[in-house]
Structure formats: structure tokens, C-alpha cells
T-cell receptor, first 116, second 112 residues
Framework: GAVVSQHPSWVICKSGTSVKIECRSL??????MFWYRQFPKQSLMLMAT?????????EQGVEKDKFLINHASLTLSTLTVTSAHPEDSSFYIC????????????FGDGTRLSIL | GENVEQHPSTLSVQEGDSAVIKCTYS??????FPWYKQELGKGPQLIID?????GEKKDQRIAVTLNKTAKHFSLHITETQPEDSAVYFC???????????FGQGTTLQVKP
């Protein structure tokens, strides 16, 4: 159980385009979803926290107009990288949790984003 | 601010040997401590977690020990196998924000 599916796994696009990444909890209801960014050989950096039906809360230094997050249902959250540029190239990973006290976060397999 | 330190950054062991990774944290009120394994090109996978009401938890070849007084916890992998090779992250759930704070990661290499 506790499967989180992330799509697409890999995307290459031209500078200036927008890219949408989906994160789905397949067998549980995710009250809270998180979006992380990971650079090579580094740890996970939290970008934002989204609760179903509410606006996302962004970490300091993360541009909310650049990284649009929607969490409209208990099983789906999306991250849209708007007007992407080469510096946005990275590995983006989502995680989901039921939100109950000390319940684990389960991660998707990440999306490798390359902006040309 | 809240901080998690993880050591070592790299660890190389011979197949069959044990591996130990240690994390220290600063938030004395934290009470949830998961460990994740990340294989190349994939997302982190939860392998074991411990809550502060216990001092040790074991799942087959994997165990985690927690010392709340000293604010450190460790991952123990016994009888290591080549497929254990990966990056391992410890994490601490912040008592203030509820968010996970991750360690820097340990690259474990198990040599056959």
C-alpha cells in the first residue's frame, strides 16, 4: 500500500514553456502533499506544502508565481513550472501523507525536468 | 533553526558486513524519525521509521535506534547485500512546523 505515482518521469522542453507535473496517491487519501526539489548529490529541498482545498504554503525563496501548485482533490496535486528556464532544470519529487499524526510521507519517483 | 546532521557522507562496506549511519538533531520536542533509501533516478523510499516512545525498532536486516536524551538516532543494516547500495536519508519531523527536515544523505556502497 501507500503508493504515490508521479508523472511524467522525464520531460525536456524549450525555454519559455510551462510544464505540469502530476502527483497522485493511488491507494490512500492524501490530505497533505509536499513538493521537493533535488539537485545532484544533494538532499531534498522542500519547495511547498499543499493541503487539499487550500492554497499552497511556499518555503522562503520559492517563487509562488513560478511554481504553481494545485491540490484540488485528496488524490491529486499538480506542480506547474511556468515560463521555465534552464536554471529550473532539476529533479522534482512529490510526497503525500494522510495528515494524521506521525503518519509517514510517501514519495513519488520524481520528475527529471530539463529545459533547453 | 532546526538542524539534522548525518554521518558519514559516504560508506563503503564488504558484502555481508554491517553498516551504521548516524543522525543528530536539535529539536528536542521532535517525536518522529523516518529513514529513506533513494536509488539512482528514483524517489526516496521509506524503509523504517521510529517514534519517540520506543528506543529501537527492527525489520529483518534493518534496525533503527533512538536516543532522545542525546538527540541522535542510527540506522543499522546487517548482512549487507549489493542491492543495499543507495543513498540513505534520515529525517526528523519538526515539532513546530510538522515538516520533515532531512539529513545530508549517506552514499552506501556494498562491494560484492
Amino acid at each position: 500500500g501507500a503508493v504515490v505515482s508521479q508523472h511524467p518521469s522525464w520531460v525536456i522542453c524549450k525555454s519559455g514553456t510551462s510544464v505540469k507535473i502530476e502527483c497522485r496517491s493511488l491507494d490512500f487519501q492524501a490530505t497533505t502533499m509536499f513538493w521537493y526539489r533535488q539537485f545532484p548529490k544533494q538532499s531534498l529541498m522542500l519547495m511547498a506544502t499543499s493541503n487539499e482545498g487550500s492554497k499552497a504554503t511556499y518555503e522562503q525563496g520559492v517563487e509562488k508565481d513560478k511554481f504553481l501548485i494545485n491540490h484540488a482533490s485528496l488524490t491529486l496535486s499538480t506542480l506547474t513550472v511556468t515560463s521555465a528556464h534552464p536554471e529550473d532544470s532539476s529533479f522534482y519529487i512529490c510526497s503525500a501523507t494522510t495528515g494524521h499524526l506521525n503518519q509517514p510521507q510517501h514519495f513519488g519517483d520524481g520528475t527529471r525536468l530539463s529545459i533547453l | 533553526g532546526e538542524n539534522v546532521e548525518q554521518h558519514p557522507s559516504t560508506l563503503s562496506v564488504q558484502e555481508g558486513d554491517s553498516a551504521v549511519i548516524k543522525c543528530t538533531y536539535s529539536d528536542s520536542a521532535s517525536n518522529y524519525f523516518p529513514w529513506y533509501k533513494q536509488e539512482l533516478g528514483k524517489g526516496p523510499q521509506l524503509i523504517i521509521d521510529i517514534r519517540s516512545n520506543v528506543g529501537e525498532k527492527k525489520d529483518q536486516r534493518i534496525a533503527v535506534t533512538l536516543n532522545k536524551t542525546a538527540k541522535h538516532f542510527s540506522l543499522h543494516i546487517t548482512e549487507t547485500q549489493p542491492e543495499d547500495s543507495a543513498v540513505y536519508f534520515c529525517a526528523v519531523k519538526s515539532s513546530n512546523t510538522g515538516k520533515l527536515i532531512f539529513g545530508q544523505g549517506t552514499t552506501l556502497q556494498v562491494k560484492p
